[in-house]
């Protein structure tokens, strides 16, 4: 079993739409991140959370809204889809000064 | 700024050569380094990374990077490329919490 998770895999939207990508985690890992990655521009960070009580914006953060659920749960929230943000988002985890164990991605296309 | 530079936006080897794929970075203390790749529809993984210590270090898959400090780069090496070696690579910066990838170098290999 995959030890990072991510769901759905894939999504296409309309314009305006609320839309909920999901990410599970099975390391125990306290940190989660979610990145989007276009081609290009590699990989910037959108949400970051050391804990459950500690959510912090990245770089790219306008747009998107996050919730930790749990220690094991970090979700990304797009509250009104744009064509822009049609890009490939990954969920990671880690620990502290570590590497990051990276999610399958899911690929979001809004119209 | 802290930056991560992957100048080759795309190389291509014939199976059996060398290859040398460069990274420079740009950072005010020593930082982790990193570098992952990424196969068609997959999330990210991780290769090598280098903390401290002896400059030369092995990745999984036959890789291995220097960090030259003198040149603040981190180049990634293989002695004899695979043709499942053909994916996307990425080279990566860490100061703690915040991670700051590369654009990314593809990776094409030609029988």
């Known amino acids: 079993d995959a030890d990072v998770t991510q769901t759905p895999r894939n999504r296409i939207t309309k314009t305006g739409k609320r839309i909920m990508l999901e990410c599970s985690q099975t390391?125990?890992?306290?940190?989660m991140y979610w990145y989007r990655q276009d081609p290009g521009l590699g990989l910037r960070l959108i949400y970051y959370?050391?804990?459950?009580?500690?959510?912090n914006k990245g770089e790219i953060s306008d747009g998107y809204s996050v919730s930790r659920q749990a220690q094991a749960k970090f979700s990304l929230s797009l509250e009104s889809a744009i064509p822009n943000q049609t890009a490939l988002y990954f969920c990671?985890?880690?620990?502290?000064?570590?590497?990051?164990?990276f999610g399958p991605g899911t690929r979001l296309t809004v119209l | 700024a802290q930056s991560v530079t992957q100048p080759d936006i795309h190389i291509t080897v014939s199976e059996g050569a060398s290859l040398e794929l460069r990274c420079n970075y740009s950072?005010?203390?020593?930082?982790?380094l990193f570098w992952y790749v990424q196969s068609p529809g997959q999330g990210l993984q991780l290769l090598l990374k280098?903390?401290?210590?002896?400059?030369l270090v092995q990745g999984i898959k036959g890789f291995e990077a220097e960090f030259k400090r003198s040149q603040s780069s981190f180049n990634l090496r293989k002695p004899s490329v695979h043709w499942s070696d053909a994916a996307e690579y990425f080279c990566?910066?860490?100061?703690?919490?915040?991670?700051?990838f590369g654009a990314g170098t593809r990776l094409f290999v030609k029988a």
């Open positions: 990566a910066v860490d100061g703690g919490f915040k991670t700051i």
């Open positions: 280098y903390f401290s210590g002896d400059t």
């Open positions: 990671a985890t880690s620990e502290s000064g570590t590497n990051k164990f």
């Open positions: 959370s050391f804990d459950v009580k500690d959510i």
């Open positions: 390391k125990g890992h306290d940190r």
């Open positions: 950072y005010g203390a020593t930082p982790y």
